[in-house]
């Protein structure tokens, strides 16, 4: 039976909790191994669907996977026995189009699915593919797949249209096993991208300017193995940090790097929310109720589209009226309507929600759509009175660990069921 949440609500959340690896720098990182014959050991891997997904893709594309004694993973591809990435593990997962560049470097071949795994709108790969062809490959599609050819991927100067993480990500990599220099112009500036480049330079990559706009790759004949230790999730760290703050709680968050979260903990602090920054640690306490605030999301170091979703839910219980306005995604709106059912006041007008803040939110059966309105409705059944039942929490499994066992171990009465 599908599996659903069950949240007793209007409990105070107090003690420590810890981060998890981050989901969107342990995917690419595990790409990476696909682009040399000697293992790649991820130290700290989440327990994620994604991850799980991600590794049985590379075992399909000949890879040995092995969890080790510490509970890192160690990957190694010493042939690629295949240069296809199939649609039924590809429309799981859009990350999966990361194996595109790696397979592309290391095999001259590579044929991937068109990636799915979303519901909050179109997030085309042509800003990938244009840069591929910039690297000297060809490129077609075909039947739902990206076919792409290169005798030898060469060096070259590429500028994205838009700021594409994935799309750095996916070129970093091509890039590192390319002949002569590359130079990516309008990088993403992610700490998951800057986190897959320092991967990339332990297994001997010449890369400069990762975390700014300008990324220069030297590409190198042969790449090694390594081992690497990925960043705290930045994104489960802000939930966790939200959930403390929507509950009116006590709550301590470890294991994470507060500068990956700044426009976060500055919006926070905006909203009346109590925060004592350490280096590896948030304390936060909630207000007896949030003020209003306005957010835009941006790429890096802006306000993340990621945890838009569960500032929204703050805002909902604010005292007075807020704005939201996506610009990164056109359908990340998904969580109102379930929200509503919940008693928020929110107004949406294309790009641009406006909360009303209520002075509470009320149990209800609510379903989530997709990874981050999931995290949201769990924030809102928190803070509900009465019980909040949540179904389709395979979503909220794909990018949080454990999360209602981490809840649950500071206070929140939250049960996972199957019936």
């Known amino acids: 039976m599908p599996a659903r949440l069950e949240i007793e609500g209007g409990i105070p959340l107090s003690g420590t909790v810890a981060v998890s690896a981050a989901k969107n720098a342990t995917l690419p990182a595990l790409a990476a191994a696909l682009l040399t014959a000697r293992p790649v050991v991820i130290e700290n891997p989440p327990g994620l669907a994604d991850v799980t997904t991600l590794t049985r893709l590379l075992e399909r594309l000949g890879a040995t996977v092995t969890r080790q004694a510490d ?22 997962m859009r990350a999966s189009v990361l194996v595109l560049g790696p397979l ?6 590579a044929r991937v699915a068109l990636p799915g795994g979303c519901a909050i709108g179109v997030r085309p790969i042509d800003q990938h593919l244009k840069g591929f062809k910039k690297l000297g490959a060809d490129i077609s599609i075909e039947r739902g797949y990206v076919e792409a050819r290169a005798s030898r991927l060469k060096g070259a100067r590429i500028t994205t249209d ?19 220099t590359t130079v990516i112009e309008n990088a993403a500036r992610e700490p998951e991208v800057s986190d897959l480049a320092r991967l990339l330079s332990a297994m001997g990559a010449r890369i400069d300017g990762a975390g700014t706009s300008r990324i220069e790759i030297e590409g190198v004949a042969d790449l090694g193995g390594a081992r690497h230790r990925v960043i705290p999730d930045r994104i489960e760290a802000g939930t966790l940090i939200v959930a403390g703050a929507i509950t009116r709680g006590d709550l301590t ?9 700044s426009a976060v903990l500055a919006k926070l602090e905006e909203c009346g929310v109590t925060l004592d920054v350490a280096a590896d640690r948030v304390r936060v306490r909630g207000p007896e109720r949030p003020r209003p605030a306005d957010v835009i999301t ?8 990621d945890m838009q979703a569960q500032v929204m ?32 006041r929110i107004e949406t007008d294309g790009a641009t929600a406006v909360i009303r803040g209520v002075s509470a939110y009320q149990g209800a059966p609510v379903m989530a759509s997709d990874l981050r309105a999931s995290a949201a409705l769990v924030l809102a059944g928190l803070a509900a009175r009465g019980q909040t039942s949540i179904s389709r929490v395979y979503h909220l499994d794909r990018g949080y660990e454990r999360l209602e066992v981490k809840l649950a171990g500071v206070g929140a009465r939250i049960e996972r069921k199957r019936s």
């Open 162 to 180: 838009l700021v594409t993480v994935t799309g750095t990500e996916n070129l970093m990599m091509a890039a590192a096993a390319a002949e002569g």
């Open 298 to 305: 941006s790429p890096f170091p802006g306000f993340p589209t």
């Open 104 to 109: 592309l470097a290391r095999t001259g071949v």
């Open 253 to 261: 968050v470890t294991g994470l790097a507060p500068e990956h979260l």
């Open 71 to 92: 509970g890192a993973t160690r990957v190694q591809v010493e042939r690629v026995t295949s240069s296809e990435a199939p649609y039924d593990l590809v429309s799981t």
């Open 313 to 344: 839910t703050l805002f909902g219980l604010a005292d007075g009226l807020s704005r939201v306005t996506e610009t990164i995604f056109e359908n990340r709106f998904m969580h109102v309507a379930e929200l509503a059912r919940m008693g928020a």
